[in-house]
C-alpha cells in the first residue's frame, strides 16, 4: 500500500481504471443529446475530474462552454455541516441552456441539490449531473445523477482531487486513509470474497464428480 504524509492509503480505483471510466463516461455523456452545452465544476473537489472528463469529451466530439462554481459543505474535518455556502458563482448566462454540472461524489446530496435548483431557477433548459462517486443510501436531499463513475462504499475517500483538510488531492488515484476501521472493513471484504472463491471452487468440483458419475467426460480447464 502506498504512504503519503507518513500516513498507509489503501487504493479503490487507479488512475488506469479512472482514466477508462472517463472515457465511457464522455461517450454517455455525448449520445445524451446535451445541445447549446455549458459545462459547470463544481470546486473545489471535482476539479481533477472535471479537466480529464471536459478533455475526455472534447474526443468525444463535443465543445462545451467551461464554467466553475464553488461551493462548501464542509469546513476542516470531513463531517458536512448540512448548510451549502457559495463561495463562487458562475459568470454565464444559463437561461434556454443545458448545463451539465461535474461533481467528484454523491453522497448528501446537499451540494448538488442546491447547484441544480440554482441553475433551473436562473432558466436552465436542462439541468444534467455528472459525478466520479456515488455513496448509496446517504442521499439527505432528493437528487440523481444522470452519469455515474463508481459505486463507492461508505468510506471518506481521498485522492483524484478530493482531500481531508486539504491534503491528499494530488493523488492520481481514489483511495482511503488506512486506519483500524478501515483496516477491518478490508479484512472483512477480502474474508468474504476468499469465502465466495470457496463456494465457487467447491460447487465447481462436486459438479466435475456427477458428471464424472454419469459418464460424462469434461473438458480440461485452461
Known sequence: MPKVRGRTLR????????AARNLALAGEIAAAGYTDLLVVSVLKGSFVFAADLIRALHGAGLAPEVEFISLSSYQAGTTSSGKVKLVRDIESDVRGR?????????ESGRTLAFARDLMLKRGARRVGVAILLEKPGK???????????????DLFVVGYGMDVGHAFRELPYVGVVETAKTARAGVRGSRVRKRVAWVRRDAAESRRKSRGRAGYRSRREP
Open 139 to 153: 442521499l439527505a436531499q432528493e437528487i440523481k445523477a444522470d452519469h455515474v463513475g463508481f459505486i463507492v462504499p
Open 11 to 18: 487504493v479503490l480505483y487507479s488512475a488506469d481504471e479512472i
Open 98 to 106: 443545458d448545463v451539465l454540472l461535474i461533481d467528484d461524489i454523491l
